[in-house]
């Protein structure tokens, strides 16, 4: 006797609960309910209260904005974007670059970021970025000593984004 393929084994529905409940989480993990304006707002808060822990406190410089187009794992365009901001950091004597980056490492860590690159060791190439929500925050230092900050959000539809996805 030949099993009916309209009835589901245990395993195959565990299998197809368990698909359907990771792309649920990937699709809220991904801004997917979040609008353009939340996740420029949010991206600026993350910046903002970084800046808030530094000192001395920097005077931010806007960089060029940009939007990232996101890709799916075979490298295809999705139609969403990530939204980005960058600044730079001046008026911070490179003298105290470690302890920016020291303080950063503290505040994220203790906000229950995830710190996902942390290359605090090495002088006039520090790099720091953490995670959390799907917003990434990283501050950077340039081989002159001067600093950057900037922050990512998850990927959303944008202003950018085809009608149709």
């Known amino acids: 006797?030949?099993?009916?393929?309209?009835?589901?084994?245990?395993?195959?529905?565990?299998?197809?609960?368990?698909?359907?409940?990771?792309?649920?989480?990937?699709?809220?993990?991904?801004?997917?309910?979040?609008?353009?304006?939340?996740?420029?707002?949010?991206?600026?808060q993350h910046i903002d209260n970084a800046i808030t822990h530094m000192t001395p406190q920097p005077r931010p410089k806007p960089r060029r904005r940009l939007d990232i187009p996101c890709a799916d794992s075979h490298g295809r365009d999705t139609g969403l974007y990530q939204v980005e901001r960058r600044y730079w950091l001046d008026d911070i004597p490179t003298?105290?670059?470690?302890?920016?980056?020291?303080?950063?490492?503290?505040?994220?860590?203790?906000?229950?970021?995830?710190?996902?690159?942390?290359?605090?060791?090495?002088?006039?190439?520090?790099?720091?970025?953490?995670?959390f929500e799907g917003f990434h925050v990283r501050v950077l230092e340039r081989d002159d000593g001067r600093l950057s900050i900037r922050a990512t959000s998850p990927c959303i539809e944008t202003s950018e984004s085809p009608n149709d996805t």
């Open 95 to 131: 003298d105290k670059n470690q302890q920016i980056f020291d303080t950063l490492h503290t505040y994220w860590t203790d906000q229950n970021y995830e710190i996902t690159e942390d290359v605090r060791d090495r002088h006039l190439a520090r790099a720091l970025t953490a995670e």
């Open 1 to 44: 006797m030949t099993p009916d393929p309209r009835i589901k084994t245990p395993l195959s529905a565990a299998i197809i609960a368990a698909v359907l409940l990771l792309i649920g989480a990937c699709a809220g993990e991904g801004g997917a309910d979040m609008t353009e304006d939340e996740a420029l707002e949010r991206v600026e």
